[in-house]
């Protein structure tokens, strides 16, 4: 859940400045698309599985409006995977229809090494001058809302 957070945070205020700034989808699917070279449905999935764990923490997300966030997940840790592994067939919302035919897999510690790539990249974009904030009131909104401070 904290790389969710990170995930989130990113995509609330930063881009790098040579991409075209998104103003649709969501912080977490924002970072992903300026920072990896993951495809729609897999930043969805990803998403998808931010829903399940913070709205219910469970394994599945339902989605009536939007099929492509309606996902019944297996998640491990297995190095070797994929961060991401589609089902064959999309799971219909349906918990009685649950099969290994329309599972999301996600790994989550290829997830972890991802969200830590990604900071990686940000601080190293960050260096070169080349980071945007996009928050509306900048840098003030930055220090007031994300930055914490022990005196």
């Keep these: 859940m904290c790389y969710m957070t990170i995930l989130d945070q990113i995509g609330k205020c930063y881009r790098p400045s040579s991409k075209t700034k998104i103003t649709n989808g969501s912080a977490i699917q924002k970072s992903l698309q300026y920072f990896t070279g993951l495809k729609n449905f897999e930043i969805n999935a990803i998403y998808s599985l931010r829903n399940a764990f913070f709205h219910d923490f469970s394994l599945y997300n339902r989605n009536g409006s ?17 961060v991401v592994i589609l089902p064959a067939t999309q799971w219909d919302g349906n918990m009685a229809t649950r099969s ?8 989550l510690k290829a997830l972890g090494d991802l969200v830590e790539q990604i900071y990686m990249d940000l601080i ?28």
């Design 124 to 151: 190293s974009v960050e260096a070169a001058g080349n980071l945007s904030l996009d928050l509306p009131n900048g840098s003030t909104e930055l220090l007031y809302k994300y930055i914490f401070a022990h005196l």
């Design 66 to 82: 939007d099929p492509s966030l309606q996902h019944v997940f297996t998640v491990d840790n297995h190095p070797p995977n994929n």
């Design 100 to 107: 290994t035919s329309n599972t999301t897999y996600i790994n």
